[in-house]
C-alpha cells in the first residue's frame, strides 16, 4: 500500500491555466506538507496543515491556494500559472514522530 | 535567519566509506535530519539527530554536534545503489529546512 499518494505525476500544461494536484496520505498522520524542488533541486517548504488547520504558509504567491478536506488529504490548486512554478512538488505527512514521509511528486511543466 | 551548508557533489569507490558534512545556522532547532533522494525519486528519510553523538543505523551512521552547528552522514561498504543525493534538513518550528543536497557519485 502506497504510504503517500499523489495525482497527477506530470502535469504539462500552458501559461496562465489553473490546475490542482492532489494528495492524500493512509498512515494515520496529523500534519501534511506541500514542498517545491527547483531545477536545480533545492527542497523547500511551501505549506503545512495540522488536523486540517494552516500552520505554515511561507510566503507564497496567493495564486496557490492548498486545502485540506480532512487530515488525510491535502490538495494544491494553482491559478494563472507561470513559467516560474514549473517544478517537482512533493507532498509529506508526519505523525508523532519529526520524521516527515514524502509522496512521489508531481512534474509540473507550464509552457 | 536560515543558513544550511553542504558539499555540492562527492565521489567515492564502491565499498569504501564516504563522509558527507552538513553546518547549519538556523533561528530553531528541533533535530536534524538526513534525507536520500535518488534520481527522479522523493526523498527517503534515512536519520535524526536531536542529541550530540553518534546514531548508527545499518551502514549508515549520523553525527550531530548542537554547539557547532555541525553534522555529518558516514556511510560504509558503499554500493552502486548508493548513488543519490543526500539532504540534510534541520526541523526548525514545526518545518524542516533542507541544504541544497550533496549528490554522491559511487564508481566500481
Known amino acids: 500500500d502506497t504510504a503517500v499518494s499523489q495525482t497527477p505525476k506530470y502535469l504539462v500544461t500552458q501559461m496562465g491555466n489553473d490546475k490542482s494536484i492532489k494528495c492524500e496520505q493512509n498512515l494515520g498522520h496529523d500534519t501534511m506538507y506541500w514542498y517545491k524542488q527547483d531545477s536545480k533541486k533545492f527542497l523547500k517548504i511551501m505549506f503545512s496543515y495540522n488536523n486540517k488547520e494552516l500552520i505554515i504558509n511561507e510566503t507564497v504567491p496567493n495564486r496557490f491556494s492548498p486545502k485540506s478536506p480532512d487530515k488525510a488529504h491535502l490538495n494544491l490548486h494553482i491559478n494563472s500559472l507561470e513559467l516560474g512554478d514549473s517544478a517537482v512538488y512533493f507532498c509529506?505527512?508526519?505523525?508523532?514522530?519529526?520524521?516527515?514521509?514524502f509522496g512521489p511528486g508531481t512534474r509540473l511543466t507550464v509552457t | 535567519g536560515q543558513n544550511i551548508d553542504q558539499p555540492t557533489e562527492m565521489t567515492a569507490t564502491e565499498g569504501a566509506i564516504v563522509q558527507i558534512n552538513c553546518t547549519y545556522q538556523?533561528?530553531?532547532?528541533?533535530?536534524l535530519f538526513w534525507y536520500q533522494q535518488h534520481a527522479g525519486e522523493a526523498p527517503t528519510f534515512l536519520s535524526y539527530?536531536?542529541?550530540?553523538g553518534l546514531e548508527e543505523k545499518g551502514r549508515f551512521s549520523s553525527f550531530l554536534s548542537r554547539s557547532k552547528g555541525y553534522s555529518y552522514l558516514l556511510l560504509k561498504e558503499l554500493q552502486m545503489k548508493d548513488s543519490a543525493s543526500y539532504l540534510c534538513?534541520?526541523?526548525?518550528?514545526?518545518?524542516?529546512?533542507f541544504g541544497t543536497g550533496t549528490r554522491l557519485l559511487v564508481s566500481p
Open positions: 539527530n536531536v542529541l550530540d
Open positions: 509529506a505527512s508526519s505523525g508523532v514522530g519529526y520524521e516527515q514521509y
Open positions: 534538513a534541520v526541523g526548525s518550528f514545526q518545518k524542516l529546512v
Open positions: 538556523t533561528s530553531g532547532f528541533n533535530g
